[in-house]
């Protein structure tokens, strides 16, 4: 399956991402964004598998301090939607990861990263996946060292993740089903903390 996609996200040392009960913020924290008022525009726009003749449609919005996210997934040519922002330049290379506040809808997402990485002379994105719980708050980390380089879909062996030139994030379900989805994000931080949070 071949599609372009170049955007994507963040970070720590753990074994994989992990889904919390609770919602933990250390004082080393970055807030990246929590779609409030005051909250920095991050120029959010929609890249659905029609760029390569899919059939997959999605679009968000942004409500009372929340990003939704939603559509119908169609693996019939594609099968993905996702949500990026426009460039930019974040160095995370003192976190560990990415953290997510949201609420979804039992399906597998995934987050991605960009850099000035290519492969090949071609941008370089980096895809991380987490799993939702239907329905229910919680909180989701990300340790970068999940992060792999994908090009146009496919894995490569590299060029690793560095992450203190990061110049996009994305939000992109992939999970190779058919059917509606939907997410609502009231913030995204990149955290330090190498403890992780006790689960449920």
């Not at 679009?59 to 939607?81: A, C, I, K, V, Y």
């Not at 060292?145 to 993740?161: I, K, M, Q, T």
């Not at 203190?164 to 994305?170: C, D, L, S």
């Not at 994000?185 to 689960?199: F, G, I, N």
Request: charged fraction near 20%; glycine fraction near 10%; charge should be negative.
């Amino acid at each position: 399956m071949r599609f372009s996609l170049f955007l994507g996200i963040l970070l720590v040392v753990y074994p994989g991402p992990s889904l919390n009960a609770s919602d933990p913020e250390s004082e080393q924290d970055l807030l990246l964004t929590d779609f409030s008022e005051n909250s920095p525009d991050l120029g959010w726009y929609v890249v659905n598998d029609n760029v390569m003749g899919g059939r997959s449609v999605g679009d968000f919005s942004r409500e009372q301090g929340e990003l939704f996210f939603s559509g119908h997934t169609n693996t019939n040519g594609g099968g993905f939607s996702s949500i990026r922002t426009r460039p930019m330049q974040v160095d995370l290379s003192n976190h560990a990861g990415i953290r997510l506040r949201l609420k979804g809808d039992g399906r597998r997402y995934t987050w991605r990263l960009t850099t000035a990485a290519r492969w090949r002379g071609e941008p370089v994105s980096y895809w991380a996946d987490f799993e939702t719980r239907n329905g229910e708050w919680h909180t989701v980390n990300i340790p970068l060292s999940s992060f792999v380089p994908r090009y146009r879909g496919y894995r490569l062996d590299g060029p690793a993740l560095d992450s203190a030139q990061i110049t996009g994030m994305g939000l992109m379900i992939y999970d190779k089903q058919d059917g509606p989805f939907e997410m609502r994000l009231s913030s995204v931080h990149a955290y330090s903390a190498e403890k992780p949070v006790a689960t449920k």
